[in-house]
């Protein structure tokens, strides 16, 4: 070896000494000086217990749910500490099951007396000088009746119509229908924010589902059984949407970005109702009214738009975001979210059939106006007489109009 | 209505006693997590949460000791209380 080749040859060695040594300190920096002894299992062990005590105070937390609101995020988390994302994947995954759940009526019936005692105490808060009765002691008339009829339509809920994910959930945790006195619900309900003759709810977070057992077999309210059956296969909806992640409505914006609507509350009525009276009229029971009419007859113009499939997924799994982009390819950008900003069932309908219009669209419009939902919802019909008379006053200015 | 308070404030109590358990367990984590001279990659997310818990129940539990002691007050803060583990609970699963 010549005098230069053998300096070459030192001088690579070095370079590749160097080398190593430069690597070994990249992997030093990255693994860290060597473990304590016992260390990781110290620090393992305690993240496991602060996890597990959180677990626990969070289920604690729930147990109070029904005593206190809680508001639900428009962007982000409840309390703004969340990432929207974080909390965007986290509805998507739904709910395998509900955090509570009855395995038979008398299980919740108990669940009831529970919400009786509740309901009760929140109400002395609002209204201290009220005196209550026990509203749970009551026997309920006819409570059984009406729980067969809910066996019968829970029979109704099947992959076909949930797909196969929620109607899984749904069959591994059934809903429960329990039938109440008139009383314990009108305080059930008040004290849950259900304004109106509410006659039956989903308890959110569980599958147990109180009827008034008094209030629907009232013949002036409720003059048929499909009007019963629809009203069970309302709920039910709401139940399974439970399941599937539909309690939080919200969709992915043009960039990607997760989008949360405080005020959709309308349209997961509106879309339940649809369902829930497709569903009852399809087994031969036709119920002679519409709950939420304007709510559903906008459920039902979207569903005429974008098709039932992808209508019941996004009610379903909560994700409008298909709705989103096939509404707006139909009807131009920006109007899915001007419907979804229109803040009530109403001001939806007004303004989708404007722009049902604008878009040319009259022929389909009527065409859907023809449905036996929406006839029997008669928003539209309203919604003509109203017009009709508007264009009576623009033409004669001086005319009285309503009554004398 | 007397008896309704007493229930109240006594609902508060004890959520303000668990929760300081929490909180203490939290703190023995965090500080295990600290003075650990290797820190395992896939146990950050997990501290991030506590973290956030930590800053959250701390926050609650301060609130709810210096806190109005009327009734609705009280209620307000069990109110939030819910909310908070409802925001634990979206972030666990995440």
């Given at each position: 070896m010549t005098g230069p080749e053998l300096k070459r040859s030192v001088g690579d060695a070095v370079g590749a000494a160097q080398d190593v040594a430069r690597q070994a300190q990249v992997v030093r920096e990255r693994v860290g000086p060597p473990p304590v002894a016992g260390e990781g299992r110290r620090v393992r062990t305690s993240v496991a217990a602060a996890a597990d005590s959180l677990r626990s105070l969070a289920a604690y937390g729930r147990t109070m749910n029904p005593n206190f609101s809680v508001s639900i995020p428009t962007t982000g988390s409840p309390t703004g500490q969340l990432s929207a994302e974080a909390h965007y994947r986290s509805s998507a995954r739904?709910?395998?099951?509900?955090e509570r759940t009855f395995a038979t009526a008398e299980a919740a019936r108990a669940h009831s007396r529970e919400e009786d005692a509740a309901s009760r105490a929140l109400f002395m808060l609002r209204y201290p000088e009220a005196r209550l009765t026990d509203s749970t002691a009551t026997r309920v008339p006819r409570a059984g009746e009406l729980e067969r009829m809910a066996d019968d339509v829970r029979g109704w809920f099947g992959p076909g119509v949930l797909g196969r994910s929620v109607a899984e959930r749904f069959v591994r945790t059934p809903p429960v229908v329990t039938g109440e006195t008139q009383q314990y619900f009108r305080l059930v309900a008040a004290t849950n924010g259900l304004i109106g003759q509410t006659v039956a709810l989903q308890y959110p977070g569980t599958n147990h589902i109180a009827v008034d057992a008094e209030g629907i077999f009232e013949a002036d309210r409720y003059p048929s059984e499909a009007e019963r059956r629809c009203i069970l296969a309302h709920e039910m909806f709401h139940y399974s949407a439970m399941l599937g992640g539909g309690y939080s409505l919200r969709w992915r914006g043009p960039n990607g970005e997760p989008v949360f609507r405080e005020v959709l509350s309308w349209l997961h009525e509106g879309m339940t109702e649809l369902h829930a009276q497709q569903m009852t009229r399809g087994r031969g029971h036709v119920p002679p009214t519409v709950s939420y009419a304007a709510e559903t007859t906008v459920s039902f113009y979207l569903q005429q738009l974008v098709g039932a499939d992808v209508l019941r997924n996004a009610y379903l799994t909560g994700d409008l975001s298909e709705v989103r982009r096939l509404v707006d390819r139909r009807l131009g950008a920006g109007t899915f979210e001007a419907i979804a900003d229109a803040g009530s069932g109403a001001s939806a309908f007004f303004y989708l059939r404007g722009r049902l219009g604008e878009r040319g669209m009259p022929a389909s419009l009527a065409s859907w106006d023809r449905d036996a939902i929406v006839r029997t919802a008669g928003v539209v019909e309203e919604h003509r007489e109203a017009e009709e008379e508007r264009r009576g006053a623009e033409r004669d200015p001086n005319a009285i109009h309503g009554s004398r | 209505m007397e008896d309704l308070m007493e229930k109240t404030f006594e609902l508060e109590s004890e959520t303000r006693m668990k929760v300081s358990e929490s909180i203490s367990k939290i703190e023995v984590a965090l500080s295990e997590w600290d003075a650990a001279k290797r820190k395992p990659k896939k146990l950050e997310k997990r501290i991030e949460y506590l973290q956030l818990s930590h800053k959250l129940l701390s926050g609650w539990a301060k609130e709810s000791l210096?806190?109005?002691?009327?009734l609705q007050s009280a209620v307000d803060r069990l109110a939030r209380f819910t909310e908070i583990c409802d925001t634990l609970e979206s972030q666990r699963a995440n």
């Open positions: 739904g709910h395998e099951r509900p | 210096k806190g109005k002691k009327d």
